[in-house]
């Protein structure tokens, strides 16, 4: 079973609707409605890539790592959202810890309202 804060692979479709391929992925909230539908954001290894204002490292040395199923550090991206069905989520990888998860929802609001 899904629940928020659960880390499943998905195969994120690039901007330009190219088929992506199977990553990490984060799932940040189920959407109201008789639909299993789930909103979801992207994880990568390209620390490089990270946006102050929005996304979030988790590295090896954070106390939730380990239960998080990452092979690598990588950086949680919030501005990378999907709504998909809980059917073609891939497994479960792990999940982050619950601090973590309300601090990427504030700031994932916070970069919505522009604040």
Do not use: Y
């Amino acid at each position: 079973m899904i629940s928020e804060g659960h880390i499943v692979l998905f195969a994120f479709p690039q901007t330009n609707q190219q088929k992506g391929r199977l990553r990490p992925t984060l799932v940040l909230r189920k959407l109201p409605g008789i639909f299993d539908d789930w909103l979801i954001c992207m994880i990568s290894s390209r620390l490089h890539q990270k946006l102050p204002e929005s996304d979030e490292i988790i590295d090896s040395d954070d106390t939730d790592f380990l239960k998080s199923g990452l092979k690598v550090p990588s950086v949680i991206r919030p501005s990378r959202l999907a709504v998909v069905d809980s059917k073609i989520l891939i497994g479960k990888l792990g999940m982050i810890g619950q601090k973590r998860l309300i601090r990427i929802k504030e700031n994932l609001a916070k970069w919505i309202k522009n604040t």
